[in-house]
Every structure is written in C-alpha cells, then in structure tokens.
C-alpha cells in the first residue's frame, strides 16, 4: 500500500462526512443537470473497471502485477492463465449461484452475505489453504485500530497538516 492504512481510514472517514453533508444538503437533485448518458457511460466504466479487476481472483491467478491501464491490466490476465486454480473458480462459481439463488428462497436475507458465508466455510472445510484469502494475498487485516489519525486531527486541527 502506497499511502498506508491510516491514510485508508483518513478517506474513508473524509468521504462518509462527504456522503452525510451531500445527504443534508439535498444534492443529490444536482444528478438531474448531467446528461443521462454521462452518468450511464460513468456508471458502466466504474462496473467493467470492477469486473476486470476481479477476473484474475475468480481465476485464483498467481504472479499478477496491477497496472493502471486496462489494456496492460487483461495483458497481464493473458499472459498468466496458465496459473488457474480450479478450486478457486470452484468457491468464486458457488459464491455467484448462491447470491443469484439466495433472492428466490429467502428474500430478505442479502444473498452476497449467504454467499460469502458458504462459500468460505466450504473452502475452509474442504481444501483449506489451496484458495487464497485476505490473510495470503494481503497480510491480514489489522487488529488495531490506529489513533493516529484522531490524535493528528485534535493536535493541528485540519486535516491536512497531519
């Protein structure tokens, strides 16, 4: 991580305080004066930018370096798909058909959390370590939570000087 994990929460908070006053200030109404087909072109990019993002951990592809072109990015998918882990298609395939299956026999439970739920229990159950997880691909998930940021914000006062 290029920014580190303080400056995640540092975004993270800035852009919820963002989200509450836009939430306040009713500006969401403010859609209304952009062209439709710019807001479905902008939507449609943010969605194949998502899902070409994840096609390599659908793969359980090894060896991927991220680039931030798109074109360098499927090269990249291209050049390592020899490296595909059946097991992890396998999770990724049960995750998608419990989340499409989960509105029709329960429809107010979230199918994604049904999803995720099943199919790491199976993984972990059935072929533990053969799939990769936050933990192998990341380093885990801190523990602690830092107070840096909120020690940085009471000592100088804005956010930016931190």
Not at 17 to 37: A, D, E, N, Q, S
Not at 64 to 81: G, M
Not at 142 to 151: A, D, G, V
Request: aromatic residues 8%; glycine residues 10%.
């Amino acid at each position: 991580m290029a920014y580190g994990y303080e400056n995640l929460l540092l975004a993270g908070l800035m852009a919820g305080v963002m989200l509450c006053l836009m939430g306040i200030f009713r500006m969401g109404t403010l859609i209304k004066f952009i062209p439709r087909p710019v807001t479905i072109g902008f939507t449609s990019g943010i969605a194949v930018t998502i899902f070409t993002g994840q096609i390599a951990n659908f793969l359980g592809l090894t060896g991927i370096k991220k680039h931030q072109e798109f074109i360098a990015n499927i090269k990249e998918i291209v050049i390592h798909i020899n490296t595909i882990n059946l097991l992890s298609i396998a999770t990724a395939a049960l995750c998608f058909c419990v989340i499409l299956a989960t509105p029709k026999l329960l429809p107010k439970v979230p199918g994604s959390l049904i999803g995720l739920i099943i199919s790491t229990v199976i993984a972990a159950l059935f072929y533990p370590g053969h799939v990769a997880t936050i933990g192998t691909a990341f380093g885990g998930i801190p523990s602690t939570l830092h107070c840096r940021i909120f020690i940085c914000l009471r000592l100088h006062g804005a956010i930016f000087n931190c």
